[in-house]
Every structure is written in structure tokens, then in C-alpha cells.
């Protein structure tokens, strides 16, 4: 569904959310280096129609 390793070999490239996960620190359990406000700005863009 939309996802796949990159070709290096480094990160899992998730298509359908556009999103590129870096494995070495998934597998560390690192935290989303990400703002809340990013996230809360891309959540809105996909919950409120006519936006992208």
C-alpha cells in the first residue's frame, strides 16, 4: 500500500502519506524530529476539503 524501501537501502519511503522513514532510527525508537505545529498543518490540509 504505497510503501517501499528506497533504493539504498536507508529509509522506508511511505508514498500514500509522503513520508520518508529513516530505519536506523526507527529501530533506535527515535522520536519524529517534526513540530507539532507541522503536523497539525499537514492534519488540517487533510481533513478540510478543497485543500492539498
Known sequence: M???F???GYAIEW???DEH???E????GRQSSESQQSFER???A???P???
Do not use: H
Not at 25 to 28: D, I, M, N, S, W
Open 42 to 44: 499537514w492534519l488540517m
Open 2 to 4: 504505497g510503501k517501499f
Open 21 to 23: 522513514i529513516g530505519v
Open 25 to 28: 532510527g526507527l529501530l533506535a
Open 50 to 52: 478543497g485543500k492539498s
Open 6 to 8: 528506497g533504493a539504498d
Open 15 to 17: 508514498t500514500d502519506i
Open 46 to 48: 487533510r481533513t478540510t
